[in-house]
């Protein structure tokens, strides 16, 4: 079922599904609703639910999370971006995990783009025998972009802190030159160096050196495509 308001500033969309087997029934629902408070900000909800019970078993899982988006008209240098979600899974064990992000960026000119992020993760797990354990993990980002020599080179860099309430924590930093060789194209070399571990979470920030190469798949590259074979 879809819905909107008169004016097409809110809309939202929900959903029922239930499944009849011989081992069993599986439920899912979900709703979504999303709409523009001001001409600033626009929000969005959503919530997911899922039950399993084929073969004896009692599998739920909920997923909800809620966000907003801030851009000022009068200024749209700026960008905020903020989210929340709410997990509970349970089958054998019982796992409940609140996560939140809020990133923001600023374009200070027309080469040059700051950037910051604030993001977190709580999750407590509890076994049919009562015993459970939580952690708390949290990380701070920052960052800068800048482009120059009409725009076909740019130098980034960055530098992030994430530790969790164990006492562990983790630094890095890292810097990136690109090069725009035309339209669509980028060639980028940059390196990491990572200090400090956080348990469960080395992936989060890889140290060494990498080659990145992306590709704008628009109708431009096929028309660079057929120039190329003479079409």
Known sequence: MKWHSADDTWVGDADLDTTWEESGT??????????KVTPDLTVLGRSRV??????????????????????????????????????????????ETHMWSLDASYEADENLRLNGKYAGQH???????????????????????????DDRFQ??????????????SANGVGAEFGFVPRKGTLLAIGYNQASGHVA?????????????????LDNSLWDQLDGFLGN
């Open 26 to 35: 599986t439920h899912y629902a979900s709703i979504d609703l999303a709409g």
């Open 50 to 95: 899922a039950l399993d019970r084929r073969n004896g078993n009692d599998f739920r899982r909920m997923r909800t999370r809620v966000g907003a988006a801030y851009r000022p008209m009068e200024d749209p240098r700026l960008k905020v971006l903020a989210w929340y979600e709410h997990r509970l899974e349970q089958k054998h064990n019982r796992t």
């Open 123 to 149: 999750q407590k797990v509890e076994t049919a025998g009562g015993i459970s354990a939580a952690t708390t993990t949290q990380l701070l980002q920052a960052g800068l972009h800048y482009e120059f020599g």
């Open 155 to 168: 130098v980034g860099v960055n530098a992030a802190h994430l530790w969790d309430n164990d006492g562990n």
């Open 200 to 216: 469960r979470q080395g992936d989060l920030y890889q140290d060494g050196a990498y080659l990145r190469f992306n590709l704008l």
